[in-house]
């Protein structure tokens, strides 16, 4: 399918219809004194975007918000799935590390990154990349935000924010939740919730999920099976308490386990060089052909990741306003471990990455509307800890190298990081008239960072599982190996000892919005913010001077007019906005030789035009279109890393020492030109009235893009178009529905993450996303 196909079906449904999830916005009771028009047109739906609750066209921000119900009825349970919904929004596991994008920019591939698209669940940061693991259920809607969103979620979300509410015990009781099964994964999936009383002024919720995956996206038939598996379980109690008028109290706890077993990389191209055998089978999207489960290793491929929970939110009306706070204290460990899709069916890298992390967090905030004055006010401390060990294990022979070279030894590192950080921060809005309103803010943090970090030569260390301690990867150090670690990797071995790598820094973060309804129920705004995140230290430094393992914070400023509000008598819900964002000192990191480089980018640029819009003509149908335009590139970075064309000097551009490759003016990682989503659904009763039958369909489509951060042509997944549909039979009370649905009807192969590979600069390698899938599900309220 080529770009000008899909081009064509983006800018043909921009002048059909509307919304990426608009089938299941649900209908909106109609207010007192609307008329019969309204009363037919698209749902209000509240968000919290600015720490209040607001209807989504009153917000002055660019946001997608997702409702629970749309979420269990296209099966999605975690956010890598948003992104084949949510234009301008992209998320990827890659190999050890994540990503996440939106309009162009994200944090790049280290672990030790904080994260440009901040996630917060319930108004808990959510800051480590692994952590948008944590399965999503028992949601009342998903909001993704684009551009900084500094003044009310902190620090660091520099590109925008996921931001995720949960739902809460009621004063009723009432259970819901479904049951399905995907056949071609053949996939069991199920997520309850159930909401008891227990006295006057108090209730509980106690929510769950359940995922297994058996028969994953790669047929591997050296291991006799497809891969990865996966198994995934989560169980969320809440318990609210409501012990006098104005004060309300929820507590929550939450335990995850989510486990991916099977590798996902698999090579997508490979020059023929004489001195670098080719992959047996390059570009193979359906088959891995590879083991690590044997000598030197005797380990699998894995991806698993614990995390827990304890939270405590208060919301106390007084003084004309509402106080909240709101304590947490959690934790994740996570192991990444994976291998390449070996060259000559040969075990040549081998990867295990664990992550702990632990972190308090207290915010406290004030708000209310005061006469013509809305107002909120807060401040937030959080302390972390993050440990990250690292054993990079070669066997080179099967990647050329011969002689001591070919000596089967590994590279650890070990990290070490305390973070202290807090900050205040004030949020005003004035109604100059019933239609104007100016609103002003700031955020100002503090944060200081200290960390050890070291790199040393070891033996390889087999039977690594999620358990291994960092104590055995000490014990397998091996001075005999230096000399071979001095000459096939460079850099040099170093143990900087804990607390001696140091970072203070200080952030103002302002933002300005003028908002004017042009006309009744239509708003138009412009908004100017500054966003930072800050800066750190790489974990895998290879370097002499620890002065040079620092990164620097990153910059962004943005620009964005917009325009939301209800026509033709409130069946058409729409919103526009146009955008400028640039970012300075961009922090990346990329694969060069066997070592991966941090780095910041000089300058890049953001700038685009999105467009949604849901449209319900009557009771029977609804469309929906959510687009954009987007133009993001790197406007100086003349140190990018080389591609595997260059690597093999089958292309120009790659010189120097190092030799490197200028990216000015060339587009940013997943950044696709031209992005649009279509839907249009059918529902109408059936026999007695008493049940009902729904059909729908969706096309999400995008023109193409680079899964790396190299400027490869090896690495570009081309324009596609994606076909979803459903159909539904049920009570038309909503107490059951029946649902046969499809995603990727189209059985797209589509290219999620790419990289040169460590050790054979001239080789890409990649994983696929899963292809067609088909089920049914099963959906109670009750």
Known sequence: ??????????????????????????????????????????????????????????????????????????????????????????????????????????????????????????????????????????????????????????????????????????????????????????????????????????????????????????????????????????????????????????????????????????????????????????????????????????????????????????????????????????????????????????????????????????????????????????????????????????????LGFTGAAATPFARVFTYDQKNRAWSGFVDLTYHLTDRLSLSGGVRYTNQKKSAGQSAFAADIIPNTTFDTRRARLLAARNPALDPIYAAVLGGTQHNFAPGSLRLSEDHWQPQAIVQYEVAPRNKAYVKYVKGDKVGGFDYAFTGADPALAGFRPESAWMVEAGLKGLLFGGKLDYSIAAFRETFSDLQQSAVSGLTFIVTNVGKARSQGIELEWHFRPDEHWTFGFSGSYLDAKYINFPGGPCNSLQNANLAPGCAGTPRAQDFSGVPTQYASKWTGSFSADYLTPVGSGEHQVGVGVTIFARTKYDSSLYNDPRMVQHAYADLGAHVDFGAVDGRWNLSLFGRNLTDQRLLEYGSVVPGSGTAVTGSYSRGRQLGVKLSFNM
């Not at 609750?53 to 749309?70: F, Q, S, Y």
């Not at 009432?174 to 996939?187: L, M, R, T, V």
């Not at 044997?294 to 698993?304: G, N, R």
């Not at 992390?357 to 209310?368: A, K, P, V």
């Open 1 to 398: 399918m080529n770009m000008a196909y899909v081009k064509a079906v983006v800018l043909a449904t921009t002048a059909l219809s509307a919304g990426a999830y608009a089938q299941d916005v649900p209908v909106a009771e109609v207010a007192a004194g609307a008329d019969d028009a309204e009363a037919a047109g698209p749902a209000d739906i509240i968000v919290t975007a600015r720490k209040r609750a607001e209807n989504l066209r009153d917000v002055p921000v660019a946001i997608t918000a997702i409702t629970g119900d749309m979420l269990v009825r296209q099966n999605i349970t975690q956010v890598i799935d948003l992104s084949k919904t949510t234009p301008n929004f992209t998320y990827s596991y890659g190999a050890a590390n994540t990503y996440a994008y939106i309009r162009g920019f994200g944090s790049g591939s280290s672990a030790g990154f904080e994260q440009s698209v901040g996630k917060f669940v319930d108004n808990v940061s959510y800051g480590r990349d692994q952590e948008a693991r944590i399965p999503i259920f028992d949601v009342e809607r998903v909001e993704v935000l684009k551009g900084p969103q500094v003044l009310t979620f902190g620090n660091s979300a520099t590109a925008g924010v996921i931001n995720i509410a949960t739902k809460k015990p009621g004063d009723t009781f009432q259970a819901d939740g479904s049951i399905g099964y995907e056949f071609y994964g053949q996939e069991l999936q199920g997520q309850m919730g159930v909401t008891v009383p227990l006295m006057d002024g108090a209730s509980f919720r106690l929510a769950g999920l359940f995922q297994d995956l058996d028969r994953g996206r790669y047929r591997n038939p050296i291991k006799g099976k497809r891969e990865p598996q996966t198994r995934n379980y989560a169980v969320r109690p809440t318990l609210r308490l409501t012990p006098a008028d104005g004060l309300d109290i929820v507590l929550k706890a939450e335990v995850a386990r989510v486990k991916d077993i099977g590798g996902t990389l698999v090579p997508v191209g490979q020059p023929l060089v004489g001195a670098r055998p080719p992959y047996p089978v390059a570009g193979d999207d359906k088959n891995r052909y590879i083991d690590y489960n044997v000598a030197p290793f005797f380990s699998d491929e894995i991806q698993q990741l614990d995390a827990e929970l304890y939270q405590a939110d208060i919301n106390y009306d007084v003084l004309g306003g509402t106080f909240t706070s709101t304590t947490a204290w959690r934790n994740s460990d996570s192991l990444v471990q994976w291998g390449l899709d070996g060259v000559n069916h040969a075990t040549t890298y081998f990867n295990p990455q664990w992550t702990h992390f632990r972190q308090f967090s207290q915010e406290l905030r004030f708000g209310g509307t005061f006469g013509d004055l809305d107002a909120t006010v807060g401040a937030y401390y959080q302390r972390d800890t993050l440990a990250i060990d690292v054993a990079q294990e070669f066997t080179l022979a099967g």
